[in-house]
Nanobody, 125 residues
Framework: EVQLVESGGGLVQAGGSLRLSCAAS????????IAWFRQAPGKERDGVSC????????YYADFVKGRFTMSSDPVKNTVYLQMNNLKPEDTAVYYC??????????????????WGQGTQVTVSS
C-alpha cells in the first residue's frame, strides 16, 4: 500500500512563501499520479495541483496558477509544492494524495486512492 508523508507546513505572513514536501513509499510515478489537495475548516477538499502518471504533466487549479509550483524528485520519490505570495485564504490543511487515474482527473477527490495525514498551513494577514 502506498504511504504518503507530508511535511513543511507552518505559519507565515501574507505574501510569504512555504515549501511542502511529500515523501512517498511503495510508489512509482509510472503507476500513480500524485496530487496536492487542501481543506479549510467547513469547506470541501479541493485539488490544488497534480502530476499525471506516465507523462509527468503538471496541472493546477485556477486559484493557485502563477503562485504555486509542484515538482518531483523521482530519485527521492518525493514531490514538493512551492507556495509563493501566500494569502490568508490559502490557510488550510494540505494533503498529499495518489491515485491510479491519468491527467488532471486526480484533482478530484473521488479519484484518489491514497491520502497522507495532512500538514497545516496558516497564513496571517
Amino acid at each position: 500500500e502506498v504511504q504518503l508523508v507530508e511535511s513543511g507546513g507552518g505559519l507565515v505572513q501574507a505574501g510569504g512563501s512555504l515549501r511542502l514536501s511529500c515523501a512517498a513509499s511503495r510508489f512509482t510515478f509510472d503507476d500513480y499520479g500524485i496530487a496536492w489537495f487542501r481543506q479549510a475548516p467547513g469547506k470541501e477538499r479541493d485539488g490544488v495541483s497534480c502530476i499525471s502518471r506516465r507523462d509527468g504533466r503538471t496541472y493546477y487549479a485556477d486559484f493557485v496558477k502563477g503562485r504555486f509550483t509542484m515538482s518531483s524528485d523521482p530519485v527521492k520519490n518525493t514531490v514538493y509544492l512551492q507556495m509563493n505570495n501566500l494569502k490568508p485564504e490559502d490557510t488550510a490543511v494540505y494533503y498529499c494524495a495518489a491515485g491510479w487515474t491519468y491527467g488532471n482527473a486526480l484533482l478530484r477527490p473521488s479519484w484518489v486512492n491514497y491520502w497522507g495525514q495532512g500538514t497545516q498551513v496558516t497564513v496571517s494577514s
